[in-house]
């Protein structure tokens, strides 16, 4: 019953991961609508470009790979990105070089809708 429970928070944790990287990517544009969500969206579109940009990993990788021991599975090494999406993106693997590059389309995006919203 433990392992089953700490299976499914490491499930919840990926999703919450997965929402939490769409809303930096694209929260942007929820803006264009609701102005005053810019409160909510700048730190997490911060955390995320500084995540990228420094090549740190965020911690709720290590609570999923925490929670997937736990349940008496394999957890992974390097980020939930490199591990969950970008063999989807990227088959051949995550370089360095890509990392910068996808924080700075984070920022790049994000400065180019926040520009609008606020013209």
Same mark, same amino acid.
Do not use: D, Q
């Given at each position: /019953?433990?392992? /089953?429970?700490?299976? !499914?928070?490491?499930?919840? *944790? ?8 769409? +809303? @930096?990517? +694209?929260?942007? #544009? ?25 090549? &740190?990993? &965020? ?6 790979? =925490? +929670?997937? =021991? ?10 939930? @990105?490199?591990? !969950?999406?970008?063999?989807? *993106? !990227? ?8 990392? *910068?590059?996808?924080?700075?389309? @984070?920022? #790049?995006?994000?400065?180019? *809708? !926040?520009?609008?919203? +606020?013209?």
């Amino acid at each position: /019953m433990k392992r /089953m429970a700490s299976l !499914y928070a490491a499930t919840a *944790i990926a999703l919450l991961h997965l929402g939490f990287i769409l +809303f @930096v990517l +694209f929260g942007g #544009f929820l803006l264009l609508r609701w102005p005053k969500l810019a409160w909510v969206h700048v730190p997490a579109a911060a955390w995320g470009v500084l995540i990228e940009l420094a090549g &740190c990993w &965020c911690p709720l990788t290590k609570w999923e790979n =925490a +929670f997937l =021991a736990r349940a008496g599975r394999a957890g992974y090494t390097g980020g939930f @990105v490199n591990h !969950y999406l970008m063999p989807l *993106i !990227y088959p051949a693997g995550l370089t360095r070089e890509i990392e *910068i590059g996808l924080g700075l389309v @984070v920022l #790049f995006l994000n400065l180019a *809708i !926040y520009m609008r919203v +606020f013209r």
